[in-house]
């Protein structure tokens, strides 16, 4: 299988926009950062031919990526862990930001959903010859090295490369 793995910032995933200005001018901006990364989506999914899209975002809200999947009539799957299946492993809510958790029981909770999106972006791949997973930027190196060594042709994408993406929406707007 051939498979590009896209590195974002979760903040691209959600259609909605949850900040606002009095000027209009924070919610250009975020719309237009929205509509750089659907455009970047559609140019991928056509230009590698991508049959499935695998996605950690959140559950019961259609993200972005969903939405161009529909419209490009192309297979999608939420690949993120739920929060059933997390609590089942003993992982707890928002554990990132935990101060009193250790480093290492840290990477034990991203490995373990990690190894779970790699499980589900398998199983449901099907028969996809190019398929592509849109993960938060930390996960794409080790999602990337474990589906190299189950024999996967790889490619990463990092969004920060893209001319257009800034990543502190909020310190951006503060220079304009």
């Known amino acids: 299988m051939n498979i590009l793995i896209l590195g974002i910032n979760h903040q691209l995933q959600s259609p909605r926009i949850w900040y606002s200005s009095t000027s ?3 919610e250009r901006f975020v719309q237009a950062q929205k509509d750089n990364y659907r455009a970047l989506l559609r140019d991928r999914i056509a230009l590698r031919f991508v049959h499935f899209v695998a996605e950690e975002t959140k559950h019961g809200e259609e993200s972005t990526t969903e939405a161009v999947c529909k419209e490009e009539k192309c297979r999608y799957a939420n690949i993120e862990m739920p929060i ?15 101060a009193v958790l ?5 990477e034990s909770f991203h490995e373990q959903r990690e190894e779970y999106m790699i ?16 993960c938060g930027n930390s996960h794409a ?28 929406w909020m310190s951006h707007m503060r220079t304009l």
């Open 24 to 26: 209009g001018a924070l």
């Open 84 to 98: 059933e299946v997390r609590k089942a492993h003993g992982i707890p809510d928002n554990y990132e930001n935990d």
């Open 102 to 106: 250790s480093r290492e029981a840290k």
């Open 119 to 134: 499980n589900a972006t398998i199983s449901n791949s099907k028969d996809a010859a190019s398929v592509m997973v849109v």
């Open 141 to 168: 190196p080790r999602l990337a090295n474990q589906f190299q060594a189950l024999g996967h042709s790889i490619e990463v994408e990092d969004i920060r490369a893209q001319s257009w993406y800034v990543g502190d």
